[in-house]
């Protein structure tokens, strides 16, 4: 699995050297539903063969973060600027 660019990525977060990493094409975008107008990073993933027939065998996948606690997170099968509302927001 690894992150790909998408039409609404408004940044892209170095892996900082990392060679285990890749850059992550990602939206900085908010919710019209949230008060307050909390950013969300938006990331999208393209799963590899093998992963996709493991995911459709067991119908789950796994989701890590690092740190502690764990930051609020949001994982989604649909595209949520189609599907949710989502804007990307302006980036300077």
Known sequence: MHP???KESNVNLGAGGNPNT????????IHPNTTGQVPYAISCWKLEPDELAEIQRTGVIYLGNMGWPPPPILAMA???FKMHGFTALEIQ
Do not use: Q
């Open 78 to 80: 649909y595209n949520p």
């Open 22 to 29: 890749s850059d992550m094409p990602t939206a900085i975008a």
């Open 4 to 6: 790909i660019p998408f």
